[in-house]
């Protein structure tokens, strides 16, 4: 696919330009990327007709990208304690009682686990990023959670355009979010640095898929997950999985 024509790329703010090489340097190129693009479509100069979907859709992808890969060493994952792994199993064992079959099980098990909880994970990553709760950044944060009711809008009598009222309620807060992580991040650092290494310790079955949820494209935190490897294990999974 061609890159889109010059006259319709619009040049970045210094600020965005500066989150951008931030976000490329600490996270990788895939983060700086999508953040890229999102400031793109949202300036309104692509050849887009309905460019709120698209908009929508890449700011949600971004924010839970970046707290994907945040989430673990900045302890926002729950976990499940045993009064409650030993509750879950007993409702596990009164269904399977009356012959439901594995599927029905998993899923039952599923359900029954703690669930991902959205305002929880930013508190919790805002907290260890040194961000105060009622910050700039934060407020800003929970906010951009309404984006859910933009991304499947389907309104046939109006157009779907980005307008002033989408860039003051999503754009200018997820430039200020983005920004505010990408600053605080470079002080905490230490944290994606030694996860990086608990994933290189990890039996290379199971730490496969962290890898890929958890280690962006940067070239400091490749080198340490690589450099950390002690198992040739994980060169057989890396094969595997570029089949």
């Known amino acids: 696919m061609s890159p889109p024509a010059a006259d319709h790329i619009v040049p970045l703010t210094s600020e965005q330009t500066e989150t951008a090489e931030t976000l490329r340097l600490l996270l990788g190129t895939a ?15 692509l050849p887009l007709l309905a460019n709120l979907p698209p908009a929508a859709h890449a700011l949600r992808e971004l ?5 994907a890969i945040l989430a673990a060493p900045m302890d926002a994952i729950p976990t499940e304690s045993a009064e409650s792994e030993k509750n879950r199993n007993e409702a596990l064992e009164a269904v399977k009682a009356f012959g439901y079959d594995n599927e029905v099980l998993e899923n039952v098990s599923k359900q029954l686990k703690p669930r991902q909880n959205h305002r929880f994970q930013i508190e919790r990553i805002s907290d260890r990023l040194g961000l105060a709760p009622d910050s700039e950044v934060v407020s800003h944060w929970l906010l951009l959670r309404d984006i859910n009711k933009s991304v499947h809008q389907r309104n046939f009598n109006k157009g ?11 754009a200018h807060p997820m430039d200020v ?3 505010g992580i990408a600053i605080a ?3 905490r650092y230490a944290a994606l640095l030694q996860r990086a290494i608990e994933i290189a310790a990890m039996p290379a079955a199971l730490g496969i898929k962290a890898f890929v949820a958890e280690v962006p ?11 950390s490897l002690t198992s040739e294990d994980w060169l057989l999974s890396f094969g595997r999985r570029d089949c």
Do not use: H, W
């Not at 924010?63 to 707290?67: C, T």
């Not at 779907?160 to 860039?167: P, T, W």
């Open 31 to 45: 983060v700086a990327n999508r953040y890229i693009d999102f400031c793109q479509i949202v300036s309104g100069t």
């Open 63 to 67: 924010e839970g990208l970046v707290r």
């Open 160 to 170: 779907l355009r980005v307008d002033e009222e989408f860039r003051r309620k999503f």
């Open 177 to 179: 979010v983005m920004r």
């Open 185 to 187: 991040l470079q002080d």
């Open 217 to 227: 494209g940067a070239g400091q935190l490749q080198y340490r997950f690589y450099d």
